[in-house]
């Protein structure tokens, strides 16, 4: 920890989170970003510095959170480590029970749901960004619908903030677990990262994106948060076809997250951007209200899939459709 403590100028989240991710430059093999890469989004609130929610926790908060955000810093220092050399593993072929035997590890360490993807394209990876495997294994963890119905609120912070905790801890174990197998492995930073996590768990098959540009998935709806874990593993199963696109379409019936955003910062359709990416929302617009508000939240509660179950929607939403379709032949 000398080496963070000797750090001049420390600036704020970001300037941490890039010193985390720092990879020493002789590590090679990196797969870097692409030309038409985003750039990713700033943790640094567009606001000043003395109006953020933070700013402003009572003692009894601070005491609260402060050792929730040490795991996640803890965990973040400790997922740095193992770059600092390269794993020397040429085995790529693991077993297909394999796959299942790392789901059921993450799973016992609180992981809800997991899933591998192969090939990861590098336009994911922000810009200037660099992963060191093609494959990952992806996977979600939940944050509490009763914390969340408090958005916002500083309950709704800590509970995120444990979010970020249980990604961190849970990456660096299956990273040890995949290693000790005799295959190369790498976890990614829980806050930040290099990639787009959202848009990888859409294409890993975990569920899709919503108009408030979370993944909405089955076992916890918009309440999730996603990481991953880099693999020279390349024949794990991976999902042919996502069947949770169908969310899309609801939303457009839907909108509850458009019209519960505080400063309207969800687009009321999500616009296609020049990398051909979905953009959902306004992200300067959000932020400047995130960072005074305890991280916003109110588009994850407002979020039906949040509450009333991913099946239960599902089934309805089926029934109307074909009542629909019917009365229209
Ligand atoms: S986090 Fe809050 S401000 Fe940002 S899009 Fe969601 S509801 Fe709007
Ligand atoms: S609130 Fe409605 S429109 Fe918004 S993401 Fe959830 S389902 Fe989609």
Known sequence: MAELSQRKNERNLDDLIDFMEKKPSNFGGLIHSAANSKPRRSFAPLIPKNETSIKKFTLSQKMKVAPRMARVM??????KRYYSKRVTSKQTKAPMEGFE?????????GAIDVKFIKDL????????????????????VEMDNEKIQTAPSFECFAEVAKGYGDLAVISNKVCDFIRKKGFSAYPSTAMGGQMDYV???????????????LLITPDAGSRVRISTIYTNIDTFPVETENPHLWVREFCSYCRK???????QAINNEPQVNENGD???????????YFSANYGCAICIKACPFSTAGYHKIQKGYLKKKTVKESNNS
């Open 74 to 79: 803890k965990g973040m220092w400790k997922g």
């Open 257 to 263: 997250c458009v019209r519960s955003c505080p400063v």
């Open 101 to 109: 035997e790392i789901k059921q590890f993450a799973q016992k360490l």
């Open 121 to 140: 394209p590098s336009k994911q990876v922000f810009k200037g960004k660099s992963i060191p495997h093609k494959n990952a294994i992806v996977f979600t």
């Open 278 to 288: 979905m953009q959902c929302i306004d992200y300067k617009t959000c932020v400047k």
């Open 199 to 213: 848009a990888i768990g859409e294409l890993a098959g975990l569920g899709a994106i919503g108009y408030h540009g």
